[in-house]
């Protein structure tokens, strides 16, 4: 089909713009009833290329960042004090600040059933959490104000204070070179850093345990080298000077030293050096080093184009046999765009210690977890989701989202998907198994990994969804 010759800004029906890369494809026109006609593009992969462009529309033109902060906040400790029956939370978000609430003692819930929340600022319960942030309108920024408002400063002190006050810390996805360059920041200041260290100490102490989700489940790990085939997270968006007014530094950066030129801003080769050089400057590959494993979040291997080749073919190209990091292909380029690109020295370095050192390197596929011990290689425990009356979801296979509108699935006491949550939905497809890609490469891998294994009993057979409950 015919491709865009340049980038370029598309309008929709609804009145928004969407980002057409170059390079996309058209692969399907279709008339709709109204008489116009739908133009679906394929756009090219490139884990290489940023896309700065489009991320200055979200920023910019869509107030990405402080609406999505706020959104972020509001459903993860709401979340979390529902379903993990907490009666305290206190979340970090560290490129801004920190947020602390607790329950409301009336011990009443919301329309929704989430219970009712106070937040905590200066050691007073100063205000009801907001309902809502999704209703739009004045009433959903007025929530995003208050939330903004009940905020404190990032700082060595609070970092260390309020992790030394809990016993659980759950770290959520994000664009792992950012979360990792910011807490390394932080972690550095001459006035006090040091909260990774605390973190791995208090780990070691068993006074607190660590939960990681794909992002969070790579900061755990000793480097942060696993984003760099994941093949997600754009590299250098961070760097850019139209962030500024949406991130908080940290003491030793300032604007000047930490974006790169506003002449400069979307420029593919300026935008990723700077980012090198800000890594460069904190250590930043390195994770929390909460286990000596690696690890691989969002390992896809369904029999589709769009899933397989970018999630688990990575994985597989980038580990042995038996499951270690073997990485002999870069993965993470610097270069202008249409030009040449190569490895940086530092990660190229740091690719080749690793693929010394042989570590585990897990694949964990969505719905999915595994638990090490404190500072372990070795896995102690898989995880899996289960469907009622069907089993227990083979490892190798990815859980799709589950729609779940009144919360039924994560009552209390449940700990099984009802009947037909995975079987009566399309998107649930068993892990390739097949000649085509040969997915059954990932078996070897979970065998010497200690990993439940589809391939060593009839179960696993091509296009099984499940094993039995052992």
């Known amino acids: 089909g015919k491709s865009v010759k340049e980038g370029l800004l598309l309008p929709q029906p609804s009145g928004r713009k969407v980002w057409m890369p170059k ?15 739908e133009f679906i593009f394929e756009a090219p992969v490139d884990p290489n290329d940023d896309r700065l462009e489009h991320w200055e529309q979200e920023v910019v033109g869509q107030r990405h960042l402080y609406e999505w902060r706020a959104k972020l906040v509001w459903n993860s400790m709401r979340s979390m004090l529902r ?44 205000m009801l959490f907001p309902p ?19 905020c404190k400063p990032v ?5 260390a204070e309020t992790l030394t006050g809990v016993s659980g810390y759950y770290l959520v996805g994000g664009n792992t070179y950012t979360m990792s360059l910011f807490h390394n920041m932080w972690d550095k200041q001459e006035d006090g850093g040091g ?40 590299f250098s968006i961070v760097t850019q000077p139209y962030n500024a007014p949406f991130l908080r530094l940290p003491p030793s950066e300032t604007a000047e030293t930490f974006f790169v030129a506003e002449k400069e801003k979307n420029d593919l080769l300026s935008s990723r050096t700077k980012m090198l050089e800000n890594m460069a400057r904190y250590d ?40 270690q990091f073997a990485q002999l292909q870069a993965s993470l380029l610097v270069g202008p765009r249409g030009g040449e690109r190569t490895e940086p020295a ?18 964990t596929a969505n719905g999915h977890a595994i638990v090490l011990e404190a500072g372990g290689l070795a896995v102690v425990e898989a995880l899996s989701p289960e469907e009622e009356g069907a089993g227990v979801l083979h490892f190798d296979t990815y859980m799709p989202y589950v729609p779940n509108k009144d919360w039924a699935n994560y009552a209390p006491g449940r700990s099984q998907f009802p009947a037909g949550a995975f079987t009566g ?9 097949s000649s085509e890609y040969d997915g059954a490469r990932i078996f070897s891998r979970l065998e010497a990994l200690g990993l439940p294994n589809p391939g060593a009993t009839d179960e696993g057979a091509p296009g099984r969804l499940f094993r039995t409950k052992s």
């Not at 939905?425 to 198994?433: E, L, M, Q, S």
């Open 155 to 159: 700082s060595p002190a609070v970092l």
């Open 83 to 126: 379903f993990y029956n907490l009666d305290r939370i206190v979340c970090w978000d560290i490129s801004w600040g920190v947020w602390e609430a607790v329950r409301d003692e009336s011990g009443e819930t919301c329309d929704d059933g989430f219970p009712r929340m106070k937040f905590l600022r200066d050691g007073k319960e100063d």
């Open 284 to 323: 930043a590959w390195r994770g929390y080093r909460a286990v000596e494993a690696m690890a691989f979040p969002h390992y896809d291997a369904r029999p589709r184009f769009a899933s397989f080749p970018q999630s688990a073919e990575t994985y597989l190209r980038a580990t042995n046999e038996k499951g």
């Open 23 to 37: 390079g996309a494809v058209l692969r399907e026109a279709n008339k709709q009833e109204d008489g116009a006609t």
């Open 195 to 234: 909260h990774m260290q605390l973190l791995r100490d208090q780990l070691k102490d068993g006074t607190l345990f660590y939960t990681g989700h794909s992002a969070g489940l790579i900061m755990s790990n000793p480097t942060i080298l696993t984003a760099t085939f994941k093949g997600i997270d754009a």
């Open 346 to 363: 530092d990660v190229r370095r740091l690719r080749e210690e690793t693929n010394a050192a042989s570590l585990p390197c897990y694949p």
């Open 425 to 433: 939905d399309r998107d649930t497809v068993a892990g390739d198994r």
């Open 132 to 150: 809502s942030v999704e209703w739009g309108g004045a009433e959903a920024e007025e929530a995003r104000e208050a939330i903004y408002g009940c």
